[in-house]
């Protein structure tokens, strides 16, 4: 299972483990069973630490990582290789006493939440944002007693996938019940859990001073904002709903300059790290309401947050970003993640063998649904224009693919289900306004982007699409108010533009700081 450089690399990661573990393997007849066993086997071979048991358990193969002699633990269902190994390093090293790296505060509040716990998360191997999740309720079940968690690989387990009516991971499950679906973060989960800490986060933040350079966002633009702001030794905020922000739901990416490749969560973490290391207050999970500007040049701008507290600064950037774009048609808000899909990368895999369709034919939606072909019975790709807009490559990709029937000139009007699930939709023929259904049990959309700025409509100059107007300096129509990144009106939206244009605003807020007349410097302080 592992070759010579995994091998290698685990073993000097389990030479940290402090307290002897058990691997308890329940195991059947099967082959996945006798690659985990072969796995498991790999592992304790590695560290005199570990041990291999066996037990039974109602879902083979699977196994728990037991600290020796107590009840310390976590359990994965499946083979936990591909995105989730790094969730399996991290367990063995957690369950052996290793101490995790988060913020002595946070771990501090998990350990305090009071109740009973049991987690349940369906995940895929090809999913980037599942590990996330199963990291962040496996560190949590380390550390409270109260809390319990298993992993379930959603391909292994395809009767309960069924019977939960899983089809979007990671889904979660609480005590038995439905408790989240997609990407969460460690933070966001014991908020969710810990029902005081949204009024403890208030109330830390009502008690902030004024900043020089607030940034409400935290993706790539408001990541690069962050660091050359800080660089000029002033006081910065990042006041964002979800650090790291559209990236995190990105694969790969290959166009990122000087890397060939890397993957959205870790560009992610790394964009956190960076801005952290230069001494920025970053305030996660923090929603944005309204935005009321100073009413003097100079004068504090103020920005309101969903949990009712209020932060305020001589300059703000708004680096908000978007969010993917809906078709906006009857059926798409009642099958969201019941066979409507945003994300073909990570709940691809529960379609296998089935028929699906992708909306778009730009280069996100070609590229899905290339990577569908892979795995599914059949693609049908929807586009509104009357020729894909993808490139070339591309487009001789997907025609190439036997399995792949391409409509141009539709429009879809409606997705249908009986009441749990997808099982087609209806488009119209833009040529003759006919109507046609479609039979299938997966849409995955693919429409582009919409900027995140409903709630800034009464503070900035905003474009009949919703995107911030900005000039050439990154100067919104406010004075001291700047934006950048994928909510302006820059073109191209892409992660590389948005680190240069959070760049370009963050230098326009210290430039417009430092011209200020000095009374109003301290008039505003």
């Avoid at 998360?121 to 560190?139: E, G, I, K, R, W």
């Avoid at 036997?402 to 833009?430: C, F, Q």
Wanted: proline share 4%.
């Amino acid at each position: 299972m592992l070759d010579a450089t995994m091998t290698q690399q685990l073993k000097t990661y389990l030479a940290n483990i402090r307290e002897p573990i058990e691997l308890v393997a329940s195991l059947g007849d099967d082959a996945k069973s006798r690659e985990l066993e072969t796995l498991l086997n790999e592992i304790a071979a590695l560290s005199d630490k570990i041990e291999v048991v066996r037990a039974d358990d109602k879902r083979a193969p699977s196994f728990m990582i037991r600290r020796t002699g107590t009840d310390i633990g976590v359990r994965f269902a499946g083979i936990p290789m591909g995105h989730e190994f790094t969730s399996l390093v991290l367990a063995l090293l957690q369950v052996g006493g290793h101490p995790s790296k988060t913020a002595q505060e946070l771990i501090e509040q998990i350990r305090d939440i009071e109740g009973d716990f049991e987690f349940e998360t369906y995940f895929s191997l090809s999913c980037q944002n599942c590990p996330d999740v199963v990291q962040a309720l496996n560190l949590m079940s380390v550390l409270n007693p109260n809390i319990r968690h298993t992993a379930i690989d959603g391909a292994l387990f395809k009767d309960e996938v069924d019977s939960r009516k899983v089809m979007a991971v990671p889904s979660v499950f609480l005590n038995g019940e439905p408790f989240a679906q997609g990407r969460m973060d460690l933070e966001q989960i014991v908020a969710k859990i810990d029902s005081g800490a949204e009024a403890k986060a208030a109330e830390k933040i009502a008690g902030k001073d004024p900043f020089d350079v607030l940034i409400v966002g935290g993706g790539p633009a408001g990541a690069a904002s962050a660091i050359y702001a800080a660089r000029k030794g002033i006081r910065v905020g990042v006041a964002a709903e979800r650090f790291g922000g559209q990236v995190l739901d990105t694969m790969g990416i290959e166009n990122f300059i000087s890397v060939p490749y890397t993957e959205g969560p870790k560009l992610g973490a790394q964009l956190e790290q960076h801005v952290k290391e230069n001494n920025v207050d970053v305030m996660n999970l923090q929603r944005a309401e309204k935005l009321i500007p100073a009413q003097t040049e100079g004068g504090l701008h103020e920005v309101t947050l969903a949990n009712g507290a209020s932060l305020k600064a001589r300059t703000v950037i708004l680096s908000t970003g978007a969010r993917w774009r809906q078709m906006n048609v009857p059926g798409e808000d009642e099958y969201r993640n019941k066979g409507v899909a945003y994300c073909p990368h990570c709940d691809g895999p529960l379609f296998k063998g089935k028929r699906v369709a992708v909306i778009g034919g730009g280069n996100s939606g070609v590229e899905a649904a290339i990577d569908l072909a892979g795995i599914v019975a059949h693609v049908t790709l929807i586009e509104f224009d009357s020729q894909l807009r993808a490139d070339a490559v591309l487009q001789r990709k997907l025609g190439s693919l036997p399995n792949v029937k391409i409509i141009t000139s539709a429009l879809t009007t409606e997705v249908r289900g009986d009441g749990e699930k997808v099982v087609g939709l209806t488009y119209k023929d833009r040529n003759d306004g006919t109507l046609h259904e479609v039979e299938l049990e997966g849409i995955f959309v693919q429409i582009g982007l919409v900027p995140n700025t409903e709630w800034l409509k009464d503070a900035v100059a905003l474009t009949k699409h919703g995107e911030i107007e900005i000039d050439a300096r990154g100067e919104t129509s406010q004075p001291g108010i700047f934006a950048a990144g994928d909510a302006t009106t820059v073109p191209y939206k892409q992660i590389v533009i948005a680190m240069g244009a959070g760049s370009t605003a963050a230098l326009s807020a210290f430039d417009y700081l430092i011209r200020l007349p000095a009374e109003e410097l301290t008039e505003a302080a």
